[in-house]
């Protein structure tokens, strides 16, 4: 049996670092909200002239008026994304770029990808990415405080909060770009550490009934290191499937595997350092669990 | 827990077998109708555009109170009550008259009966709401008034839309409502959407008016633009014939000029009148106006009576074609404005088709290998199971010919990984139980029993989650959550039937062997 519960301070004290310095760059680095957030223009253009660089690109761009431009490299050599405010929402703007560029490159390149999100929408975009997150975080406390009891259901929202915090935080710390499939991903996160920190509860609850005499602080050991296989395998299972779509799943499921990535870790981690965790700080005990079902009982 | 009697075991088979069967009308052709279904693939994994278009009702509302003015002022001369000061402020509009007479604007306005006020009994509201300041009049439109206006507004819109996009012919355009001032335009296939953003574009509101010389024309003037922006004409604001009044319009080639033209045709109203103003006309400049700029300017040179003629304006082939269709499907009631664009080209769909395809691949091969390592023969019975339920999953998405997008295919390999889990959690706590019980059948029936309210709770959890993102979330991301929505039944109904019947065949048949898994 591994000692989980030796470490529960140390790693309580991390979480809390971890948590302060990710609030700390959300407020002051902030995100890489992308175009789907912010409003803007997006270009994935293909090159078949090797004449065509990301500084050539730049150079034409920067020429064209449109603001802060940004260009990059995307995936393979052939391939660029260009992207830029387009401040004053001007209509025709992409055939403007492709007659400005077809006088420098000719024919050589192509247009794979045009995404244009006006304010109104990505303020919108943005509203209900927001909205969503925060309902799922709420119904999932609804849900774990029906099936279990308040204090399971406090350590679960805090596991899951952590999760979101930290993910984001590494996010804002690289400037990795936050776009609609990342608010999917932070769901999936919410779902994911939701389903580990229940498995975990779960057993815990379960041993809260058998025994009297064992106190919660060595309890959730037990009751992770029981689980512990299953956590481990699946999280393989999942981290495998995830990696296959890092690194085969093409350059626009990239930031969206990462964030998946990143969350199945910090999930994984919070279900044992921080559920649990706060059960022993709330001494949970044989009566909270068997109150419960008296109340069923009566009912 | 480990019973099955042979009516279920026919069922799960059947069951199965359907599903699969339905999964595979995606790679043969059936000639029975409800095998013949395919799953759609999503625009960014065939390419295609997507337009969100927003109505811009600020000229309708200023046109319809406009009009409001000259109706209130005539209606009340007749009851002989007078309309001072009548002015639009801000989508208001303000008039004043003497004491004596408010009560009774005050009910014309207020009666459920009223002539030009309609009154929604089912929201128990007027379209029109007036309030008295002290100073004078305030009338606006009420909340209700507002939405009957976008809503009708909209109506006509999408039907314009339809009637443009249809008439660019391409395939399978998908035109839908979007709240009360949107319209969304879905353009499968199409790489350059710059044709129809550009027709989508134009509201196409034509003109025929005479251009003036007289700046106190009894209708007004005003001073507008030629299409090339250099010069301008006074044109007075007398409609003579609108685009209302067009039966058809056709490109053509002069074969005197040797120039491309629009001929039209006129309805016998617009005839009429186009006839009687020729006739009255001759020697005037008649300026066809299109969206507030001069196309061109002709003089008069001849009645027509024919209710035919020609539009010219050293047009190339496609702006004749182009300006002919807009004429043909009529002006749009407002602008619209594209908000949003998302446009796919074919290649990078095929590449993200090809990305995802083999992502799923080798994420299956990865967690195949890993579950046959880990629990050898009970391995190869979650490896089936997960293939049974990867087919099922396709099966159920074709059935509902659901949207399979990039993310969506992201959801399917996510399932995969994730689908193990159950298994996983049932596995090891039989494990567990016989460290205690000898009886393998006892065991494995304990196992199923205990583990059965965490992976209950546990695929919930990840179902609300699917639920939210599928209200919430937009174009892709909705395709992310319908794989991963029912990819969670199809996981449950995989473990606990099919993974459930292949482990009791195989420890019914090996009661008695010790370290069974």
């Given at each position: 049996m591994i000692a989980f519960n030796k470490y529960y301070n140390h790693f309580n004290l991390l979480s809390s670092v971890l948590i302060v310095v990710s609030l700390l760059l959300l407020i002051f680095k902030g995100l890489n909200f992308g175009i789907d957030f912010k409003g803007g223009t997006l270009i994935e253009l293909r090159a078949s002239?090797?004449?065509?660089n990301v500084s050539s690109l730049r150079d034409r761009f920067n020429q064209m008026n449109l603001g802060d431009v940004s260009v990059k490299k995307f995936g393979n050599d052939t391939d660029f994304l260009v992207k830029f405010e387009n401040k004053d929402n001007k209509k025709n703007i992409i055939e403007e770029i492709k007659a400005n560029l077809d006088k420098s490159f000719?024919?050589?390149?192509?247009?794979?990808r045009v995404e244009n999100v006006g304010p109104k929408v990505s303020a919108e975009l943005l509203k209900s990415g927001v909205i969503a997150i925060s309902l799922s975080l709420a119904l999932m406390l609804i849900y774990i405080w029906i099936r279990f009891e308040w204090q399971f259901s406090l350590g679960a929202i805090l596991a899951l909060f952590h999760d979101v915090i930290v993910t984001l935080g590494v996010f804002s710390l690289f400037s990795l770009e936050i776009n609609l499939s990342i608010i999917a991903a932070v769901l999936t996160i919410v779902g994911y550490s939701m389903n580990d920190t229940v498995v975990i509860f779960d057993r815990v609850r379960e041993n809260l009934r058998k025994y009297s005499d064992i106190k919660i602080f060595e309890l959730t050991n037990i009751s992770i290191n029981e689980t512990l296989s299953r956590t481990i395998i699946t999280s393989a299972t999942t981290l495998l499937a995830l990696l296959a779509i890092y690194f085969?799943?093409?350059?626009?499921l990239k930031g969206f595997s990462l964030a998946m990535i990143l969350g199945v870790v910090f999930g994984t981690y919070s279900s044992i350092y921080i559920a649990n965790t706060v059960l022993v700080r709330l001494r949970v005990s044989q009566k909270t669990v068997l109150r419960e079902d008296d109340q069923n009982k009566l009912n | 827990m480990l019973y099955f009697s042979k009516l279920r075991i026919l069922f799960i088979t059947l069951f199965s077998v359907l599903f699969i069967l339905i999964a595979s009308s995606n790679l043969f052709k059936f000639d029975d109708n409800f095998f013949d279904k395919k799953i759609n693939l999503g625009l960014d994994l065939q390419g295609g555009s997507y337009l969100l278009l927003e109505i811009d009702n600020e000229p309708v509302i200023e046109q319809k109170l406009q009009n409001l003015t000259t109706t209130i002022r005539n209606y009340f001369k007749e009851k002989n009550i007078k309309i001072n000061n009548i002015k639009i402020e801000n989508q208001n509009i303000f008039f004043n008259v003497i004491d004596n007479d408010k009560q009774s604007v005050l009910d014309v306005f207020q009666d459920e009966n009223s002539d030009f006020n309609p009154y929604y009994p089912r929201f128990k509201s007027h379209q029109l709401e007036i309030e008295d300041t002290g100073l004078n009049f305030k009338v606006n439109f009420s909340r209700q008034g507002l939405i009957k206006l976008k809503t009708s507004s909209q109506d006509q819109a999408i039907e314009i839309v339809r009637r443009r996009v249809d008439e660019v012919g391409t395939n399978e355009p998908n035109i839908l409502k979007r709240g009360n001032n949107r319209i969304l335009v879905e353009l499968p296939g199409l790489d350059d959407p710059m044709r129809i953003k550009s027709l989508l574009g134009k509201t196409a509101n034509l003109t025929f008016r005479f251009v003036t010389k007289d700046e106190n024309d009894r209708f007004g003037v005003e001073k507008l633009k030629f299409e090339n922006g250099l010069e301008e004409a006074t044109v007075s604001k007398r409609i003579i014939i609108s685009g209302e009044n067009l039966l058809d319009a056709q490109p053509k080639m002069?074969?005197?000029?040797?120039q491309t033209i629009v001929s039209f045709s006129l309805d016998r109203v617009g005839a009429k009148r186009f006839g009687k103003a020729t006739s009255t006309g001759i020697g005037k400049q008649l300026a066809i106006v299109l969206d507030g700029k001069i196309i061109s300017a002709p003089v008069v040179r001849d009645t027509i009576a024919s209710g035919s003629g020609q539009i010219s304006g050293g047009f190339t082939f496609q702006t004749a074609t182009d300006l002919a269709l807009l004429l043909r499907s009529g002006a749009l009631p407002a602008p619209l404005e594209i908000i949003e664009e998302r446009t796919v080209g074919p290649d990078l769909g095929q590449d993200s088709i090809n990305a995802g395809m083999i992502a799923l691949a080798i994420g299956f091969m990865l967690v195949i290998i890993f579950m046959f390592v880990k629990y050898k023969i009970f391995g190869l019975i979650t490896n089936v199971t997960l293939i049974v339920n990867l087919l099922i999953l396709l099966g159920v998405l074709t059935l509902f010919e659901a949207t399979l997008t990039l993310p969506g295919i992201a959801g399917i390999i996510l399932t995969v990984g994730m689908a193990v889990d159950a298994n996983v959690l049932i596995f090891e706590r039989i494990k567990e139980e016989l460290k205690d019980e000898t009886n393998n059948i006892l065991a494995f029936d304990g196992g199923y029993t205990k583990s059965r309210s965490a992976i209950l709770d546990a695929n919930i959890t990840t179902l609300l989650a699917a639920i939210i993102l599928f209200f919430m979330g937009s174009g892709p991301v909705k395709g992310f959550a319908v794989t991963l929505g029912v990819g969670i039944f199809t996981t449950l109904f995989s473990v606990y039937f099919i993974a459930r019947l292949f482990t009791s065949i195989y420890v019914s048949r090996n009661k008695n062997k010790e370290k069974l898994i």
């Amino acid at each position: 049996m591994i000692a989980f519960n030796k470490y529960y301070n140390h790693f309580n004290l991390l979480s809390s670092v971890l948590i302060v310095v990710s609030l700390l760059l959300l407020i002051f680095k902030g995100l890489n909200f992308g175009i789907d957030f912010k409003g803007g223009t997006l270009i994935e253009l293909r090159a078949s002239d090797s004449k065509i660089n990301v500084s050539s690109l730049r150079d034409r761009f920067n020429q064209m008026n449109l603001g802060d431009v940004s260009v990059k490299k995307f995936g393979n050599d052939t391939d660029f994304l260009v992207k830029f405010e387009n401040k004053d929402n001007k209509k025709n703007i992409i055939e403007e770029i492709k007659a400005n560029l077809d006088k420098s490159f000719g024919n050589n390149y192509d247009f794979r990808r045009v995404e244009n999100v006006g304010p109104k929408v990505s303020a919108e975009l943005l509203k209900s990415g927001v909205i969503a997150i925060s309902l799922s975080l709420a119904l999932m406390l609804i849900y774990i405080w029906i099936r279990f009891e308040w204090q399971f259901s406090l350590g679960a929202i805090l596991a899951l909060f952590h999760d979101v915090i930290v993910t984001l935080g590494v996010f804002s710390l690289f400037s990795l770009e936050i776009n609609l499939s990342i608010i999917a991903a932070v769901l999936t996160i919410v779902g994911y550490s939701m389903n580990d920190t229940v498995v975990i509860f779960d057993r815990v609850r379960e041993n809260l009934r058998k025994y009297s005499d064992i106190k919660i602080f060595e309890l959730t050991n037990i009751s992770i290191n029981e689980t512990l296989s299953r956590t481990i395998i699946t999280s393989a299972t999942t981290l495998l499937a995830l990696l296959a779509i890092y690194f085969f799943g093409g350059e626009i499921l990239k930031g969206f595997s990462l964030a998946m990535i990143l969350g199945v870790v910090f999930g994984t981690y919070s279900s044992i350092y921080i559920a649990n965790t706060v059960l022993v700080r709330l001494r949970v005990s044989q009566k909270t669990v068997l109150r419960e079902d008296d109340q069923n009982k009566l009912n | 827990m480990l019973y099955f009697s042979k009516l279920r075991i026919l069922f799960i088979t059947l069951f199965s077998v359907l599903f699969i069967l339905i999964a595979s009308s995606n790679l043969f052709k059936f000639d029975d109708n409800f095998f013949d279904k395919k799953i759609n693939l999503g625009l960014d994994l065939q390419g295609g555009s997507y337009l969100l278009l927003e109505i811009d009702n600020e000229p309708v509302i200023e046109q319809k109170l406009q009009n409001l003015t000259t109706t209130i002022r005539n209606y009340f001369k007749e009851k002989n009550i007078k309309i001072n000061n009548i002015k639009i402020e801000n989508q208001n509009i303000f008039f004043n008259v003497i004491d004596n007479d408010k009560q009774s604007v005050l009910d014309v306005f207020q009666d459920e009966n009223s002539d030009f006020n309609p009154y929604y009994p089912r929201f128990k509201s007027h379209q029109l709401e007036i309030e008295d300041t002290g100073l004078n009049f305030k009338v606006n439109f009420s909340r209700q008034g507002l939405i009957k206006l976008k809503t009708s507004s909209q109506d006509q819109a999408i039907e314009i839309v339809r009637r443009r996009v249809d008439e660019v012919g391409t395939n399978e355009p998908n035109i839908l409502k979007r709240g009360n001032n949107r319209i969304l335009v879905e353009l499968p296939g199409l790489d350059d959407p710059m044709r129809i953003k550009s027709l989508l574009g134009k509201t196409a509101n034509l003109t025929f008016r005479f251009v003036t010389k007289d700046e106190n024309d009894r209708f007004g003037v005003e001073k507008l633009k030629f299409e090339n922006g250099l010069e301008e004409a006074t044109v007075s604001k007398r409609i003579i014939i609108s685009g209302e009044n067009l039966l058809d319009a056709q490109p053509k080639m002069d074969s005197q000029t040797n120039q491309t033209i629009v001929s039209f045709s006129l309805d016998r109203v617009g005839a009429k009148r186009f006839g009687k103003a020729t006739s009255t006309g001759i020697g005037k400049q008649l300026a066809i106006v299109l969206d507030g700029k001069i196309i061109s300017a002709p003089v008069v040179r001849d009645t027509i009576a024919s209710g035919s003629g020609q539009i010219s304006g050293g047009f190339t082939f496609q702006t004749a074609t182009d300006l002919a269709l807009l004429l043909r499907s009529g002006a749009l009631p407002a602008p619209l404005e594209i908000i949003e664009e998302r446009t796919v080209g074919p290649d990078l769909g095929q590449d993200s088709i090809n990305a995802g395809m083999i992502a799923l691949a080798i994420g299956f091969m990865l967690v195949i290998i890993f579950m046959f390592v880990k629990y050898k023969i009970f391995g190869l019975i979650t490896n089936v199971t997960l293939i049974v339920n990867l087919l099922i999953l396709l099966g159920v998405l074709t059935l509902f010919e659901a949207t399979l997008t990039l993310p969506g295919i992201a959801g399917i390999i996510l399932t995969v990984g994730m689908a193990v889990d159950a298994n996983v959690l049932i596995f090891e706590r039989i494990k567990e139980e016989l460290k205690d019980e000898t009886n393998n059948i006892l065991a494995f029936d304990g196992g199923y029993t205990k583990s059965r309210s965490a992976i209950l709770d546990a695929n919930i959890t990840t179902l609300l989650a699917a639920i939210i993102l599928f209200f919430m979330g937009s174009g892709p991301v909705k395709g992310f959550a319908v794989t991963l929505g029912v990819g969670i039944f199809t996981t449950l109904f995989s473990v606990y039937f099919i993974a459930r019947l292949f482990t009791s065949i195989y420890v019914s048949r090996n009661k008695n062997k010790e370290k069974l898994i």
